[in-house]
């Protein structure tokens, strides 16, 4: 059985798990190594069962609870080259933590098959496509401006797929926040809004996804509930019913949202 949960999610921080039979992924860490490693025990889950630690950017609301944890703990880290060698640069990774860089590659990670795909952000970014020791099958995919060809290709055909969902137009227009910084998020290398999102989960539902989880949700710029009403209208309007024809999850900012089997 294939399950996908986050820790956390949202602009504050990130951290996503895969988990079959007992041995995990994680995707992130954007929070303290305290409050990720006081989630893993909640789940009933050990250090020593993680295979692997995915990285999507350098930013950090993905990145700020890793330096700590990496000194306490050896696990391999993944991401591409440019995020590894700028967390290098920093000090994040210890030289003694193996370090992976996995541009548009296929790894083996402790019997999970990762692909990752690069993603449209500031800086650079990737998303991952995952399957589980089952053959089942999931893609997340947050920190992106736009749907580019190769990320719609990576989300296509999975049972399950983690989508950014990071704010609503016009709470964004209409927010406290400076004219750049609206302009920087609204833009193909900032992040993807409700209805963006929606539209893509559309399509995925007509190719056959049935299972849907909307991460990074902005703090100050959207809400589950308004995250969720917008992706809701879109299919309601195809015909599509949600909680009978297809699961769609807001993920929880600070706390572990209900797993998502797949």
Same mark, same amino acid.
């Given at each position: 059985?294939?399950?996908?949960?986050?820790?956390? =999610?949202?602009?504050?921080?990130?951290?996503?798990?895969?988990?079959?039979?007992?041995?995990?992924?994680?995707?992130?860490?954007?929070?303290?190594?305290?409050?990720?490693?006081?989630?893993?025990?909640?789940?009933?889950?050990?250090?020593?069962?993680?295979?692997?630690?995915?990285?999507?950017?350098?930013? =950090?609301?993905?990145?700020?609870?890793?330096?700590?944890?990496?000194?306490?703990?050896?696990?391999?880290?993944?991401?591409?080259?440019?995020?590894?060698?700028?967390?290098?640069?920093?000090?994040?990774?210890?030289?003694?933590?193996?370090?992976?860089?996995?541009?548009?590659?296929?790894?083996?990670?402790?019997?999970?098959?990762?692909?990752?795909?690069?993603?449209?952000?500031?800086?650079?970014?990737?998303?991952?496509?995952?399957?589980?020791?089952?053959?089942?099958?999931?893609?997340?995919?947050?920190?992106?401006?736009?749907?580019?060809?190769?990320?719609?290709?990576?989300?296509?055909?999975?049972?399950?797929?983690?989508?950014?969902?990071?704010?609503?137009?016009?709470?964004?227009?209409?927010?406290?926040?400076?004219?750049?910084?609206?302009?920087?998020?609204? =833009?193909?290398?900032?992040?993807?809004?409700?209805?963006?999102?929606?539209?893509?989960?559309?399509?995925?539902?007509?190719?056959?996804?049935?299972?849907?989880?909307?991460?990074?949700? =902005?703090?100050?710029?959207?809400?589950?509930?308004?995250?969720?009403?917008?992706?809701?209208?879109?299919?309601?309007?195809?015909?599509?019913?949600?909680?009978?024809?297809?699961?769609?999850?807001?993920?929880?900012?600070?706390?572990?949202?209900?797993?998502?089997?797949?």
């Amino acid at each position: 059985m294939a399950l996908f949960t986050t820790l956390y =999610s949202g602009s504050s921080g990130n951290c996503g798990l895969v988990l079959h039979e007992g041995k995990y992924l994680l995707v992130d860490m954007g929070k303290s190594c305290r409050t990720t490693l006081n989630a893993l025990r909640k789940l009933g889950l050990a250090v020593s069962d993680c295979q692997g630690i995915l990285i999507t950017h350098e930013h =950090s609301d993905h990145v700020s609870g890793l330096d700590t944890f990496l000194r306490h703990y050896s696990v391999p880290v993944y991401g591409c080259a440019a995020t590894l060698e700028m967390l290098d640069s920093r000090g994040t990774i210890p030289p003694a933590i193996e370090a992976i860089a996995v541009d548009g590659r296929t790894e083996e990670v402790g019997g999970f098959v990762v692909t990752s795909f690069p993603t449209s952000h500031d800086v650079p970014c990737c998303g991952y496509r995952i399957r589980t020791p089952d053959g089942k099958t999931m893609a997340i995919a947050t920190d992106l401006g736009t749907l580019t060809p190769v990320v719609q290709m990576n989300l296509a055909g999975c049972d399950l797929v983690a989508l950014e969902a990071n704010y609503d137009r016009f709470s964004l227009q209409g927010g406290p926040y400076p004219y750049y910084l609206k302009v920087r998020i609204a =833009s193909d290398r900032g992040h993807l809004d409700n209805r963006a999102c929606a539209a893509e989960l559309l399509e995925l539902i007509q190719d056959g996804c049935k299972k849907f989880a909307l991460c990074h949700l =902005s703090q100050t710029n959207n809400t589950p509930e308004l995250a969720l009403t917008t992706v809701y209208n879109v299919l309601l309007a195809a015909g599509i019913q949600p909680g009978r024809d297809v699961l769609i999850q807001a993920q929880a900012r600070n706390d572990i949202s209900p797993y998502i089997e797949f």
